[in-house]
């Protein structure tokens, strides 16, 4: 029966977002600079359909296709339309201040899109193959978005930066899954796992491609001690890439994390395990340290990542589907308050004016009380303060972490949660108690000041009601 063609339909949505992809590219050449908002609006168009048929093809069982290559289950629907709104709310965000700096065009929004084609790969991959394809087609994507604006010597600095350091986590993870299959014999993810169970393979050599496979992952989750690049991308490249890496990849990261540590590697839980407690208390630590040096914005924020994905990775420890879950919360709750945050940069920010420093944001409450209340909102539930949804995040990977017995590990990650308080709380005050050094208005256009205040107040209202995010999270991992 090999001869029939394999069932497309779990792909669809990935095979409709390529076409569109080559519909900007050729609408761009068309319609020129004088209608270049056209671009904006189909890549808009694209994700909408995108969402639509991923609903339109859901179903509650697990199907495989592309000779078990590609698997369409929960976890991948619930993942991608999380990635489809994260992304079309990240082009809203963009959109004013991409225009203002030359970056509006056909090329910015392919590369979006290709990066979300990507994604949606790398959260549906079941073959190691397949998984590394959708990574590398993200990575590339992001670095030439990185060094998209060619007269900035930081952005293109940062672009080789980041092309460097990630081409050597790609070639860790390369290696390490060539052990693994030069061992297991096998490439899928499934018969991975099979193999592993058996106990019939050589331990020693699973487990160094297993040191390499981590290192690989724990780069696209910016985890320390793989965290060199995060601090320099976030200072050199325009805020509206920095605000796409920071967002969307991270969910992709998390599925692809879940498909090859919780699926293919279940049965060497007690080898990355130690793995991952070791690295989530290095990124709590240098994460939330570094981060009080800091005086410029972008950067504190990529070590406020680094410490974030530290958290994260708790849920993971325990090894189990409510740490996945919690993980899962974790990250997806992370990714609300990050466009948040970068939203509110990018809509200080004016035209040969960006925010960069912590001082840019003092005296915002005489200028205008009620962003001055949302980034408080933002703010707060970074440093896990209740009763925004935060809190409930870092509560949740703490009681998955406790209930393995790991309490020491959920103690320490209380301290440098509070050490981090300290920062977030910082601009608090800047914003509340200090004089504005710039009384410029702040003239958002009408979208994204609604859907900026939507934002704040969503991390609110999910603070106030977390059952809802939460039972989602669940039900996608079981």
Known sequence: MN???????????????LVMVCVVLLADLMVGKKMHYVTYLLAQIALFGCALITFITSVPEVIYTFSGMFVDDTLADVLKMMVYITVSIFLVYSHKYIDMRGMFSGEFFSLVLFATLGMMVMISGSNFLTLYLGLELLSLSLFTMVALQRDSAVATEAAMKFFVLGA????????????????TGALDVARVSEVIQSGSVNSTVLVVGLVFIIAGISFKLSVAPFHMWVPDVYQGAPTAVVLFIGSA??????????RILADGMEGMVADWQGMLIILAVLSMMVGNLAAIAQTNIKRMLAYSTISHMGFMLLGFISADENGYSSSMFYIVVYVIVTLGTFGIIMLLSREEFEVEKLDDFKGLNRRN?????????????????????????????????ISVGYVWLAVAAVIFSLIGAFYYLRI????????????VPISPHGDVELLISANGLAVLVFGIFPQTLMTLCVYAIQ
């Open 249 to 258: 990849p991270k969910l992709a990261a998390f599925g692809f994390a879940i």
């Open 3 to 17: 001869f029939l063609p394999p069932n497309l339909a779990p792909a669809y949505p990935e095979i409709f977002l």
């Open 369 to 401: 009380p009620w962003y001055a209340f949302i980034t408080l909102l933002f703010m707060f539930s970074l440093a896990g303060i209740p009763p925004t949804v935060g809190f409930y995040a870092k509560l949740s990977v703490l009681q998955a972490v």
């Open 428 to 439: 608090v005050k800047l914003m509340y108690f200090d004089e504005p050094e710039s009384n």
């Open 168 to 183: 050597l986590a790609s070639g860790f993870l390369l290696y390490g899954m060539s052990l693994v299959y030069g061992v």
